[in-house]
């Protein structure tokens, strides 16, 4: 437990704080080029204020209302001065949280049920094929899991490529020399949610296949002997059999998905989409780190992970109450 | 090939270090720095010394570990190789030191322009410098007639005559990738028209105006003659597509220069055209819309003063002309005494002699460019106006200068 809840205390605690005044000054820089006007930070009288209290400014809760995260101010502006609900969305997705948890959520939303459907289909025909072929089948169809998510996502992101081998192909369908996936936002949107169902079938695979060797073979007999078809079949006998694996493949995929990261690094997406994980890794990325900005965001994602999981979560506990 | 010059540079400094034994220390060196064939040049200069152990650990993810790296007391690290836009993280948190005393007892020879002062004193001692210039075809330009061009206006009346000609649809390059790279184009842009980027003596933006709306008018005009995706690419995407034969001007850094005009990745008709010409200009300005960039080495803060002298030295060992060499010579523009440039330096020689500014050496100069890079590309994609994208970048830049404390 302190594993676990001693960095999620100091992510916290952090997030309530913003960094001391910097007293700056103005000064004279010289380097190779000549010399100049600058300004620099005056590190004695920081020095003070750094000691007094080490942890920063206490801020409470206003990194968290600022702009770059949930821009309370703005929101409220935009919501007085547009009239319709339409204008109101495209000013909101010019704010960069609101512009992360468009995609986020949407990648979630699309990529979850896809890939939970995709894994039941691989699933039942992998379990469906001759002895023989299976080890092989199932080995194919976990590639895509194995390979490293940033060096899966970078073949992909130079197979789609204007010259790649998918992007001339696009091109040729439809009929457009220069389309380009890396140039348009929804088809990059497209293209990462492509990426993240390829990459997470897999997993929904293996745990139904798993699910289908435990499937009462006498049910599905009896099943056969009523002259239920092969689809009835699966209807009514596997579908509520591997119940209990969906919500876990669901609540797994949610968390997953809803932080999703790699395929935006590796696609060099973030012109057309980002993140909340992203928005962590560009805030530690800069030459100047925001640690309080990373924190603060850091937080509203556990927030937001713990909203999306709160409806299975309650369902799994009512099942377990009831028994 | 590449780890064979490596290889071969690393084993010649050793020798040369060898041959120029005089560096003697008494303490211990530990380098952090970039991971490029002149850094390891450096690092071994410095390993040549004896008397203590010198470590170097070099990698291109330096800037996420050199500050906490020498945060304590004492610092992991007693020196960390910086470039102008870096050294401002280390001088913030006070983990580098003042090298005057230093200097004094043991660096009377260090050249007076490679020592770096703010506010009086010597914080670092630059080696080498980097500019972006432009990077043409010799052979497109003499086809369709025009002169190489010196002005952004002049680079899109050439990029439309390649066009029409038909050699190339997409004839303009630049490394354009949203975030880092594209804020250094829009911070090149900017100088260029000859705009301020605080109101002066402060942290506070002032980028929304004239100077901003024309600069990224001016990239926008260029990106509709690069390849759709722009903003993908970085310098390394961008200096593919030359070499693959479909950029024919584009704006380069010097360091990258060389790859170009080697025989590797490209044909030679490609290889052997791609000519380096100075840093352009643009909108009548008389300032190229470029910046000088330098990579210095620091000494650390938190280390005993046997430590800082043995670190002094071996570093000053590390730059001294003892490093150059046939091989070395290429890897940089060296900014040490004996060193011969090469055609593929020509760039940065003319940035230095146009006047170009260096990269703005400021606290908060960070925060603004993560604020470019993070806002910039909706203007290009063509989602919104210059100046919303400006307001934009202001307000994001805002806040998180309010969250470092930089403003109130």
Known sequence: MLFIFFPIISVVVQSFHVEHEQVIRSVETCDLFGCKQSTTIDQEATAALRAESPLGQFAGLTTYLDRNHLAVDEVGATWNRTDSWRDFGSQMLNLPFYKAMGFTLTYTFVVTPLVIILGFVIAVAVNSATRVLRGPLIFFSLLPMMITPLVGALILFWMVDARGIIGTTLQYLAGDPNLSVKASTPLMWIMLMVYGVWHSAPFAFIVYYAGLQTVSQDTLEAARVDGASRWLQIRHVIIPHLLPLTTFIALMQLMDNFRVFEPIVSFAANAHATSLSWAIFNDLGGETRQLSSAAATSVLTIIGVAILLSPVLVRTWRDFDRK | ?408
């Open chain 2, 1 to 408: 090939m590449f780890l064979k010059k490596v290889a071969l540079a690393s084993a010649l400094s050793i020798t040369a270090g060898a041959a120029f034994a005089a560096c003697e220390i008494s303490g211990n060196v530990s380098i952090v720095g970039n991971e490029f064939p002149a850094i390891h040049t450096v690092a071994n200069g410095a390993a040549a010394c004896t008397g203590g152990e010198v470590k170097a650990n070099l990698t291109a993810d330096h800037q996420k570990i050199n500050l906490a790296g020498m945060q304590g007391n004492p610092a992991e690290y007693t020196s960390a190789i910086i470039a102008n836009s870096s050294i401002v993280a280390l001088m913030n948190e006070d983990v580098i030191r003042p090298l005057d005393d230093l200097v004094a007892a043991y660096g009377q020879d260090i050249p007076k322009n490679q020592l770096i002062t703010i506010d009086g004193k010597i914080m670092a001692v630059a080696f080498m410098a980097n500019a972006q210039t432009l990077a043409y075809r010799k052979d497109v330009l003499e086809e369709i007639g025009v002169e190489v061009p010196t002005t952004y206006e002049e680079v899109l009346e050439a990029a439309e005559k390649i066009r029409a000609a038909g050699i190339s649809q997409y004839p303009v390059g630049g490394a354009y990738a949203a975030g880092w790279n594209l804020a250094e184009e829009f911070v090149n842009m900017y100088i260029g028209h000859g705009g301020e980027f605080y109101v002066p003596g402060s942290a506070e933006v002032a980028i929304n105006n004239e100077q901003g709306v024309a600069a990224l008018n001016m990239m926008k005009a260029l990106t509709e003659y690069m390849n759709p995706d722009f903003l993908t690419h970085d310098s390394n995407a961008t200096g593919a597509e030359m070499e693959a034969g479909n950029v024919m001007m584009m704006n380069m850094w010097g360091s990258r220069m060389g790859n170009l005009m080697d025989d590797e990745g490209a044909e030679e008709q490609v290889y052997s055209n791609i000519t380096v010409g100075g840093p352009l200009t643009v909108g009548g300005g008389t300032t190229p819309a470029s910046t000088l960039w330098w990579d210095g080495w620091t000494v650390a803060k938190n280390i005993s003063d046997e430590d800082a002298v043995a670190t002094f030295l071996a570093m000053k060992n590390g730059t001294s002309p003892a490093i150059l060499n046939e091989e070395t010579m290429s890897q940089a523009v060296w900014m040490i005494e004996g060193y011969t440039p090469a055609p593929v330096n020509d760039g940065v020689f003319a940035a230095i002699a146009a006047g170009t500014t260096s990269y703005p050496m400021l606290p908060y100069q960070g925060l603004l460019h993560t604020a470019l890079g993070d806002n910039l590309s909706d203007f290009l994609l063509g989602k919104e106006s210059a100046e919303q994208a400006l307001a934009d970048v202001e307000a994001a830049y805002t806040t998180a200068a309010k969250e470092k404390g930089f403003l109130q």
